[in-house]
């Protein structure tokens, strides 16, 4: 994995790719598949939607840390399996074959196998709409991998897979964020 | 156009496709291209990051209604010219060939060209996040409509349109919100 730049590192979020976040507390390791997720700011500063019903919510709210995990289409079972167990009941990295790598900033590891890890710290809550606020603090890619097809989740069990890449960087020069 | 179930329409966003929004103020009809949607609650409920830097954004705080219409990926040279003027000195409508059509019960217009329209009230604006939550009131697809792919925008000046779609429904029966 090289590192990102971190102004970069909002264009790993914004298309909407189905992601694992991973958290840590007493010892243990836990991740989730999450889908609902938005970029705020490209400092960058992403929004997730999550509760008390993930089992991950408790890790998060105490540690106020975690690392958002891209993971290609190669995974895509491993993304549904992690989303449909609890790390209640389960070692999520043990189960799924997942080796935990030692993040930088964060006492969450970054999953080696995704396509790309993004260390964050929480930095608020929105209790009434369900919303956590986490601020970027280091970026890595691996520029190495082959598969870097990301999916995309409908909500009704279908996934859409990345096709082809459109350039329209020469009309949209005027708006992009400068550096990128 | 026909009416999607409401319960149907988180799946509009969910896989996260750049879309364009209509307000409506003082007789004049506007619209903005967003990348930055989240789904918030199967309801459904949204949110959307943008703020005073758009020139709608006056109209949503003033109103709280708006439309999200979802394009197919052959109207992206409209997806970015939106996006890269102002309403406050253009008729978007006008200027890219676009007929609104009369909402039901929201006054901005939904965009017949576009392959799916939710109308939407505002319910909160997050103001410290730029944040603004919507509830969906009415969801329309276009079934007849043969180019059915989005786009996704990287950020960067480049889009990812939708490529094939894979059925995870039986491993995720589960955790499908009831009538999904």
């Known amino acids: 994995m ?6 970069r ?3 790993l979020l914004e298309p909407g790719p189905v992601v694992l976040v991973t958290t840590h507390d007493a010892g243990k ?31 998060l709210r105490k540690h106020r840390e975690c690392v958002i995990a891209i993971p290609g289409v190669d995974l895509l079972d491993t993304v549904v399996g992690i989303g ?5 009941d389960t070692d999520k990295f043990a189960r799924f074959g997942l080796t935990p790598a030692a993040s930088r900033l964060v006492k969450p590891p970054r999953i080696e ?9 929480v930095t608020d809550i929105i209790e009434r709409h369900h919303v956590v606020v986490l601020e970027a603090v280091a970026a890595y890619v691996d520029s190495e991998r082959e598969e870097r097809r990301t ?3 409908v909500g009704d ?24």
Chains 1, 2 share one sequence.
């Open 2 to 7: 090289r590192e990102l730049p971190l102004n």
């Open 157 to 180: 069990g279908t996934f859409i897979v990345d096709g082809r890449r459109i350039n329209r960087r020469r009309m949209m020069a005027s708006r992009l964020p400068p550096g990128i």
């Open 151 to 153: 999916v995309h989740a």
């Open 113 to 121: 196998a995704c396509l790309a890890n993004i260390e964050c710290r």
């Open 84 to 88: 449909t167990c609890s790390g209640a």
């Open 9 to 11: 590192a909002f264009t």
């Open 29 to 59: 390791d836990n991740i989730m598949t999450i889908s609902w997720t938005m970029v705020l700011d490209f400092t960058p500063v992403f929004a997730m939607t999550t509760g008390p019903w993930n089992h991950s919510f408790a890790a």
